[in-house]
């Protein structure tokens, strides 16, 4: 089942406007991580915010933590084309034991960065 | 270091066959992971292969199943195959020692199943 559920599931801008991307999920966490994903391959890792930070920055990239609201968002600043993707939201669980290593992964939002 | 390699990259099998997908870890990597992905249930987990033990596993039929070898390559299998195994297949590789490590990710192997 989805841990996390991204909102919204498709997002259209213009090339230069800033794309926010929201994630929700239902479960305790040690961290949560974004990854993007172009058409048809695989994901790329994009940053990683532990359960006790609130924000993170990366390039363009900046996510913030709420874990009282158990969510998250990922800003990306000054979009371009080719920040066209889907972007996934994985969190790791807090408890301990085998199935602590798993990321879950919600279904992600589809960008579209219009030149 | 060389990413994570999936062969083959592309395949197309007919109903009742069965397939065998490989995955290549990142040099020094001991976790590797198995996902689906179809448009309809997005990334599902299918296993996970530590130091050749399956670690955790996802709720896919027996029909899939997996082993990984002594160099940390991993493969996986499904016998049978019908029409709603049409996905693709993404294996990631991680350290495997620290929980929510970071994955890294194959391009995927496309399997069409006629």
Redesign the interface.
Known sequence: S?QGEEDPQALSIQEGENATMNCSYKTS???L?W?RQNS??????LI?IRSNEREKHSGRLRVTLDTSKKSSSLLITASRAADTASY?C?????Y?G???????????TKLSVIP | KAGVTQTPRYLIKTRGQQVTLSCSPISGHRSVSWYQQTPGQGLQFLFEYFSETQRNKGNFPGRFSGRQFSNSRSEMNVSTLELGDSALYLCASSLGQGVGDTQYFGPGTRLTVL
């Open positions: 989805q966490i040690n961290n991580q990854y048809g391959r695989g994901l790329v890792h990683l996934f994985a969190t790791a669980p807090s301990s085998a199935g602590s290593y798993q990321l879950t992964f919600g279904k992600g």
